[in-house]
C-alpha cells in the first residue's frame, strides 16, 4: 500500500478500497468482490437484447490480474456471482478453465446471492450464507438495521460527481465506518444513486463516498477523511483526473 492507496477503517479494521471495485483486506490477505453477474450478457440476449457477449471473460480477466498483484490467500464474493441459475452452463470451454484455475491457486468462498442462492459445485471453493471473521461479516444482502461491521454487496451504488463543468456517472463505496457497501464488480451492472433510500436508509449516521477513478479511488461527498487511514491523500479528485476516468 502507498500514499494514494484509499484505506479506510471499518469497525476497527483496515480496509483498502481498490480502483478495480474490489476491496483488499492486508491483515487476512483477504479480496473481496461484489456482483459479478457472470453471463448477464447471454441472458440478456436470451431475452432480445443483445450485449456483446464477453462480460464473463472480461470479469475473470480484471480478477486474475487482481489476484496476480495482490497475492490473497482467500476470495470473499459477495453474492450475485452468476447472473441467473443457468449460467454456469454457458460457460464455454475457456472460461471454465479460466475460472477453476483460480479457485485452484486461492481458497474462495462464495456468499449466496439472490441470483445464484445454488452455485455450480464444479466451480470450487466454498458455499456459504454469510461468511465472518474477525470483526466483519460478509453477506450479499444489507441488514435493513444497523449491523456493524458489515460489509456488503447487492445495491450497486453509484455517484454522479461535478466538477469544474464535468458530470459523470461513477460506481463508488459507501461507508459511514461501522459498514461498509461495495460497488458491482461485474462488466453489465446498473445502480442506485447515493441519494435514494435505498442506500441512505442503511446508515444511521452520515455516510461517507468513495467514487472510483480509473487508477484510484477519490473520497468525493460526505466525512471522507474521519474514515481515512491515509490522512495525506488528496481526497477530492483533480480535473484531468474526473476527465480521463472510464465511464461505467
Not at 52 to 78: F, H, S
Not at 94 to 120: C, F, K, M, Q, Y
Request: charged share 20%.
Amino acid at each position: 500500500m502507498n500514499r494514494d492507496d484509499c484505506i479506510i477503517t471499518v469497525n476497527g479494521e483496515t480496509l483498502c478500497l481498490e480502483a478495480s471495485g474490489a476491496v483488499w483486506w492486508p491483515d487476512e490477505k483477504t479480496l473481496v468482490l461484489a456482483d459479478l453477474h457472470f453471463e448477464k450478457g447471454s441472458s440478456y440476449a436470451r431475452s432480445g437484447q443483445f450485449l456483446p457477449p464477453y462480460d464473463t471473460r472480461a470479469t475473470l480477466k480484471r480478477i486474475a490480474a487482481l489476484i496476480a498483484r495482490l497475492m490473497p490467500e482467500r476470495v470473499i464474493a459477495l453474492g450475485d456471482s452468476f447472473h441467473d441459475d443457468g449460467a454456469s452452463d454457458r460457460f464455454d470451454t475457456e472460461e471454465i478453465a479460466r475460472l477453476s484455475t483460480l479457485t485452484r491457486v486461492v481458497h474462495w468462498v462464495w456468499v449466496e446471492g439472490n441470483h445464484d442462492p445454488n452455485p455450480p459445485a464444479w466451480m470450487g471453493g466454498t458455499v456459504q450464507p454469510y461468511y465472518q471473521a474477525r470483526g466483519l461479516m460478509f453477506r450479499h444482502i444489507p441488514c435493513t438495521e444497523p449491523c456493524a461491521g458489515e460489509v456488503a454487496g447487492h445495491v450497486h451504488p453509484v455517484v454522479r460527481v461535478n466538477r469544474n463543468g464535468l458530470s459523470l456517472r461513477r460506481r463508488c463505496f459507501v461507508s459511514d465506518g461501522l459498514r461498509l457497501l461495495l460497488p458491482a464488480f461485474g462488466a453489465y451492472t446498473g445502480g442506485f444513486d447515493v441519494r435514494e433510500e435505498a442506500v441512505t436508509s442503511l446508515f444511521g449516521r452520515e455516510l461517507a463516498v468513495f467514487a472510483m477513478g480509473r487508477e484510484r479511488v477519490y473520497g468525493v461527498r460526505g466525512p471522507c477523511h474521519a474514515l481515512l487511514r491515509n490522512r495525506n491523500m488528496e481526497a477530492q479528485p483533480s480535473a484531468t483526473a474526473i476527465s480521463t476516468v472510464n465511464t461505467p
